[in-house]
């Protein structure tokens, strides 16, 4: 499914790689799960379903494509560790669905390099062939990279190694595709990155900014709704969870504010929504929805 939001006079449209399932323990760290259990129901394996979204955005400076989701790269073991079947072209038949081919996309932001954002970045080069050359999935696209996430995926420690996969970016980086910059960016018109430190170092979050109207990608600054209203769930994966917080404090007074259209990354059931005042302190708004179990 993809869902398409106007900000302003710039269309963006949120598509997907599809979903799949993670211990529920990862993303509400040291949260009881008699608390998450209220807002996500696990499966019998304690497993909760994590959408893999993307934000496609029709900018002056061309069609820029935020994240890749985990592609398809992937073997036979890791399909079945994260609940999915095999599948070819998820993301990129979503846009195709929009009339968009791979070789149409001009930048791909990867929000950080862990491999549900950056698997799809590359691919093999015969689609059925995991011994063929592995080649960037968007071939005229500059992909870019923060510095510091660059230097981590590059030398991971014992608790990274796990989601940085070098065929992710080393094969943009032999093409001569991919850019590395340093701290948040003015993409195009009305399009920005903010580098929001916690989940990593150095991930950045998307604003998409037109007519005193405005979207925020926010990626794994704050990848389900629930995280936003109590700033004390972080995931366990967050690198620094302090700074998590306060990168989250941050970001929702200004998307409250102003009145933001947040768009959860993972979030099994909130796809977008806004800030409202409850009586406990600010809460999410459903805008869009997606039924977590079918
Ligand atoms: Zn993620």
């Known amino acids: ?13 949120i598509v997907s790689d599809g979903r799949q399932l993670s211990d529920g323990g990862g ?12 807002v996500i129901r696990p499966d019998e394996h304690n497993r909760i379903p994590v959408a893999l979204r993307s934000l496609l955005i029709e900018s002056d400076a061309g ?42 996309v001009d930048v791909v932001l990867l929000t950080h390099l862990h491999g549900d954002h950056a698997g799809g970045a590359t691919c093999w080069s015969s689609p059925e062939d995991p011994a063929s050359p592995i080649a960037p999935t968007f071939p005229r696209a500059r992909y870019l990279v923060q510095r510091m996430e660059l230097a981590d995926a590059s030398f991971p420690n ?36 903010e580098t929001v430190p916690g989940h990593t170092d150095s991930i950045q979050a998307v604003w998409v ?3 005193g109207e405005s979207l925020l990608f926010l990626g794994d600054t704050c990848s389900w709704a629930a995280h936003l209203e109590r700033l004390a769930w972080v995931p366990a994966f967050d690198t620094d969870p302090m700074q998590s917080i306060e990168g ?8 409250q504010e102003r009145n933001s ?4 990354q993972h979030d099994g059931q909130v796809v977008t929504g806004r800030l409202v005042e409850g009586e406990r302190g600010p809460v ?10 079918e």
């Not at 993303?27 to 209220?38: A, C, H, T």
């Not at 070098?166 to 990155?193: I, K, T, Y």
């Not at 989250?248 to 998307?255: D, E, M």
């Not at 259209?261 to 959860?264: E, G, K, M, R, T």
């Open 27 to 38: 993303f509400f760290g040291l949260v009881p799960r008699v608390l998450w259990e209220r």
């Open 284 to 293: 999410v708004e459903a805008e869009i929805s997606e039924k977590a179990w």
């Open 248 to 255: 989250k404090r941050r970001l929702r007074a200004i998307a």
């Open 1 to 13: 499914m993809v869902y398409t939001q106007m900000v302003g006079s710039i269309r963006c449209h």
């Open 209 to 211: 900014e037109e007519g």
């Open 63 to 104: 069609l820029i494509l935020v994240d890749t989701g985990q592609g398809d790269k992937l073997g036979e073991k890791e399909w079945r560790r994260l609940g999915m079947a095999p599948r070819r072209q998820r993301l990129v038949g979503d846009l195709r669905a929009l009339g968009i081919e791979p070789e149409d």
């Open 158 to 193: 014992e608790r990274t190694r796990g989601t940085y996969f070098p065929d992710n970016w080393q094969p943009l980086q032999a093409a001569g595709r991919l850019e590395v910059v340093n701290g948040g960016q003015r993409l195009a018109r009305g399009v920005r990155s």
């Open 261 to 264: 259209l947040l768009v959860f």
